[in-house]
């Protein structure tokens, strides 16, 4: 069997007496790409420092691509490409001097002009980083990223501050790294984005998981099915794992008063409403 390409299990951090992240396991196989979906707080950004060696676990098994990443080892760091939530960058040096000088590092690279194009920034080649909108500098620091040629790569929140079209172009970018057979962890607080982009999701909620899964299949605890109707004047909604029994129920007695249930319908929540319903105090 091949090895994950990251394994946690039961991984804790305290700040202080802040406990951020409080037990969390999962792994992510080799050429996936994993989202960690959770509000601003979840313990998203502290959960991927630990992966990539910026920051000592409180408790737990971590391994990425085999290792130890408090062991700091530069051959690991070799092989792993990360993107910081927040990168400063030097304002003076040109998209094209920065990819040059982060391939310079590695003992492999990514041919650096196919890795700006990669990223759509050949027509800012020349331009100096400071004078690059909020959605080229991210995807600048994508393309420092990836110059290593990475076989795992860190996306901490890519598309946070993008417009529409950066957005998408960015998402086209993730899609191309699982296509090279890149394994992928991105943290996102967008749901659509971890719709669209991750075969599987873990969602975050203070410092734990509560829900894991292709998105497709996300579905919270139970009860999973809403049946509603209208009486008086008003919309009457049950919630129930068994619908069967539960429609049986309200027929029958429906009928033995010689009445209707009007607006009569049985649905399943969407993912959208399992995410906020998971972590709506974060959310308020
Ligand atoms: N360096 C730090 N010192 C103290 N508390 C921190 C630090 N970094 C993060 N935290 C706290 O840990 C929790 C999780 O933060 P973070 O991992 O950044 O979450 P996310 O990336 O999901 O928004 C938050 O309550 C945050 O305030
Ligand atoms: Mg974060």
Known sequence: MTEAAIQVRDLRKS??????VKGLSFNVGRGEIFGLLGPNGAGKTTTVEIL??????????????????ASRDRRLQERVGIVLQSC????????????????????????AEETIALVGLEEQRKARTAEL?????????????????????????PTTGFDPAARRA??????????????????????????ALADRVAIVKDGMIVAEGPPGELAPGQP??????????????????????LLHRLTSDALARGERLEGLAVTRPTLEEVYLELTEEDER
């Open 52 to 69: 990539e060696g910026y920051r000592q676990r409180s408790a737990g098994e971590v391994t990425v691509l085999g290792h130890d990443p």
């Open 15 to 20: 700040y202080g007496r802040v406990e951020a």
């Open 170 to 195: 960015a998402w086209g970018v993730v899609r191309r790294l699982g296509e090279l057979g890149k394994t992928v962890l991105l943290t996102t607080h967008y749901l659509d984005e971890a719709q």
């Open 88 to 111: 400063g960058f030097y304002p003076r040096v040109s998209v094209g001097e920065a990819v040059q000088h982060f391939a310079s590092l590695y003992p492999a690279p990514r041919d």
């Open 133 to 157: 909108s909020g959605g080229q500098r991210r995807r600048l620091d994508l393309a420092l990223a990836l110059v290593g040629d990475p076989e795992l790569v860190f996306l901490d929140e």
């Open 224 to 245: 999973t099915y809403r049946v509603a109707y209208d009486s008086n004047g008003r919309r009457v909604q049950h919630e129930t794992d068994d619908p069967t029994d």
